[in-house]
Nanobody
Framework: QVQLVESGGGLVQPGGSLRLSCVAS????????MGWYRQAPGNQRELVAT???????NYADSVQGRFTISRDNAKNTVYLQMNSLKPEDTAVYYC???????????????WGQGTQVTVSS
């Protein structure tokens, strides 16, 4: 199994910045893709950003140019630097990973428990 633990959420004023972190641990062989999704009240969970082990990133249009995803492969950690935050960025942010555990024949998707980000004055 793989466990994902997020940190870094909180309350921030519009225009402010936050940095989310997520560490993967457990019986990991390799993690292919790590990323972030978010879910606001009444909405479906949506993609924020993902980053492959090889460095290919993908961003939602709504965060392009404001958010930056990065990862440390050696530490199985992914980060999300969020700048110029807007009230509409308010949501629970979930860490995501797709990877293989030791001895597994196929990859699986894993999710963290989520961290609340609130953008409000």
């Amino acid at each position: 199994q793989v466990q994902l633990v997020e940190s870094g959420g909180g309350l921030v004023q519009p225009g402010g910045s936050l940095r989310l972190s997520c560490v993967a641990s457990g019986n990991i062989f390799t993690i292919a893709t790590m990323g972030w999704y978010r879910q606001a009240p009444g909405n479906q969970r949506e993609l924020v950003a993902t980053l492959t082990r090889g460095g290919r990133s993908n961003y939602a249009d709504s965060v392009q140019g404001r958010f930056t995803i990065s990862r440390d492969n050696a530490k199985n950690t992914v980060y999300l630097q969020m700048n110029s935050l807007k009230p509409e960025d308010t949501a629970v942010y979930y860490c995501y990973a797709e990877g293989w555990t030791i001895g597994a024949s196929r990859s699986r998707d894993y999710w963290g428990q989520g961290t609340q980000v609130t953008v409000s004055s």
